[in-house]
């Protein structure tokens, strides 16, 4: 899955995934939410008792796994001797935007 293309317009093939976050960039974006979340503190739009909760200590990327499909015919993939055919699923948990994510969850259900 990662390793998947797609053709742009002029017909050059690009990667779909840009590959492994550098530390940098994801301490970067890290610092980006924990600024964003001081704002809405100082604004009033976030109570300082959530702080903790809206991001972790230190930047964490979401983990990519494949779930199998289930309506895949044993016929088509066993075969070729691969695996059965995957479903992307990106899992955000422990990840640096997690706790906003849940925080602005709860609040749009109000």
Same mark, same amino acid.
């Given at each position: 899955? *990662?390793?998947?293309?797609?053709?742009?317009?002029?017909?050059?093939?690009?990667? *779909?995934?840009?590959?492994?976050?550098?530390?940098?960039?994801l +301490? *970067?974006?890290?610092?980006?939410?924990?600024?964003?979340?001081?704002?809405?503190?100082?604004?009033?739009?976030?109570? +300082?008792?959530?702080v903790p909760?809206?991001y972790?200590? $230190?930047? +964490?990327?979401?983990?990519?796994?494949?779930?199998?499909?289930?309506?895949?015919?044993k016929?088509?993939?066993s075969?070729?001797?691969k695996?059965?055919p995957?479903?992307?699923?990106?899992?955000? $948990?422990?990840? $640096?935007?997690?706790? *906003?994510?849940?925080?602005v969850?709860?609040? $749009?259900?109000?």
């Open positions: 899955m *990662l390793n998947d293309t797609y053709l742009n317009n002029d017909n050059v093939s690009h990667s *779909l995934y840009e590959g492994d976050v550098s530390h940098e960039t +301490k *970067l974006h890290w610092q980006m939410i924990k600024e964003v979340v001081e704002k809405g503190v100082q604004l009033g739009y976030v109570h +300082k008792k959530y909760f809206l972790p200590e $230190s930047p +964490k990327t979401g983990q990519l796994y494949g779930l199998v499909k289930d309506d895949s015919s016929d088509k993939w075969k070729s001797g695996i059965p995957l479903i992307p699923v990106v899992s955000m $948990s422990g990840a $640096s935007t997690e706790g *906003l994510s849940h925080w969850d709860m609040r $749009s259900k109000k």
